[in-house]
């Protein structure tokens, strides 16, 4: 029995992520600048912000670490390891590190 053959036709239904690292649904990239100016497809302003979507068990057990799941982000896409689990591929898997800020409403 080939153990890889039965991993690739397999369809996984989660991701958790391991140690000090968080799941990310990264925002769309932009297409239109702030000044409402349209730009080409092959343009794109690169988004660093996302929702976390899972928090790995040792980051919920420590207090000090404030992020919680549907956070919305701003990470360090450096990185950020891309997740090939759904067609978009905006899922990342991110070390607590590279989280560089909250967005918190006051």
Do not use: C, H, W
């Not at 080409?40 to 928090?55: C, H, K, L, S």
């Amino acid at each position: 029995m080939d153990l890889n053959n039965n991993l690739d036709t397999m369809e996984f239904e989660t991701v958790e992520p391991i140690g000090k690292r968080v799941l990310i649904r990264k925002d769309e990239d932009k297409k239109q600048t702030k000044g409402g100016i349209q730009l080409p497809d092959n343009i794109e302003i690169p988004t660093i912000t996302g929702r976390i979507v899972a928090v790995s068990a040792e980051i919920e057990n420590l207090p000090e670490i404030p992020l919680e799941k549907y956070d919305k982000i701003l990470f360090n896409p450096k990185g950020a390891i891309p997740v090939d689990f759904e067609g978009s591929n905006r899922l990342f898997v991110v070390d607590v590190e590279n989280v560089v800020a909250v967005f918190r409403k006051s």
